[in-house]
């Protein structure tokens, strides 16, 4: 084994070290996906999903290079390892992996606009923390226009 030294950057992740504890972040990632994405505009938006937005397989016109969908689609679910507040509309849009239409690519341009917003945005993990797991559920029964399914 050899010492490395201190965690800087791992697999995409930025790791600094403070003395309440660390903090990952993925904002050299986002920056190179994004000018590869060819968002390079200022426009940015405060929320990744419309409010009730729902999504059907049929929605909107097929899309035409599904491959470029999939790519960004894959991209955005990695970069949920640090940004769980994209994970639900970066889930939603990855259902439609095998038949991309324009308004699920809509989507996908719109949760790139919300990362742009939130570039600096990460995880926390406190050294101070008590180690008490804290959750919620918000139950939306039946809701999924697709299978009718809860989210």
């Not at 010492?3 to 660390?22: C, K, M, P, R």
């Not at 426009?43 to 049929?58: G, R, S, V």
């Not at 639900?88 to 095998?98: C, G, L």
Request: charged fraction near 20%; glycine fraction near 4%.
């Amino acid at each position: 084994m050899k010492d490395l030294g201190t965690l800087n950057y791992l697999l995409e992740l930025e790791v600094t070290s403070f003395s309440d504890g660390y903090y990952l972040f993925q904002t050299k990632y986002i920056s190179n996906f994004l000018s590869k994405a060819g968002i390079t505009d200022n426009k940015t938006i405060y929320t990744p999903l419309e409010y009730n937005a729902k999504l059907t397989p049929l929605d909107g016109e097929p899309v035409s290079n599904t491959t470029r969908y999939r790519q960004l689609v894959s991209s955005l679910i990695y970069l949920t390892a640090t940004r769980p507040d994209i994970s639900h509309a970066v889930d939603m849009v990855s259902k439609f992996m095998d038949g991309p239409r324009s308004v699920h690519y809509a989507v996908v341009l719109r949760i790139l606009q919300y990362v742009k917003g939130t570039l600096y945005h990460g995880l926390h993990y406190s050294s101070r923390s008590s180690l008490e797991l804290h959750a919620y559920s918000d139950v939306d029964w039946a809701s999924d226009p697709t299978d009718q399914c809860s989210i």
